[in-house]
């Protein structure tokens, strides 16, 4: 499955919009539990823990898109968008979602 963030792909046409595709991943609040327990993994001000994880959840928010997608019987999605929100809850921690979505379409 072919996704890009661009509304079109030089040299292929659009035959058919199939409508708009979403995935998310939630990373729930142990990560930010183990992320400032491990701080000590921090170097140069980076974290690399804690950025495999969001790279893990930004790949299963992509995955569920383009799944979505093929479902309804596209071959690519255009426009995708992607974006990392924080929701508290409670008193005790939050939680980091990353949710993708785009365009499904058929390329001729």
Do not use: C
């Not at 999605?77 to 005790?92: A, C, K, M, P």
């Amino acid at each position: 499955m072919l996704s890009v963030t661009t509304p079109a792909i030089e040299g292929r046409r659009v035959t058919s919009y199939l409508g708009i595709v979403t995935g998310e991943a939630i990373l729930g609040a142990n990560i930010f539990r183990d992320f400032f327990a491990g701080i000590r993994d921090i170097v140069g001000g980076r974290s690399a823990a804690y950025e495999q994880e969001l790279r893990k959840a930004k790949a299963i928010a992509l995955e569920e898109m383009e799944q979505q997608a093929k479902e309804l019987g596209a071959n690519a999605v255009l426009s995708v968008d992607l974006d990392y929100e924080t929701i508290q809850v409670g008193s005790g921690g939050g939680l980091l979602m990353v949710s993708a979505s785009g365009t499904a379409v058929v390329l001729g």
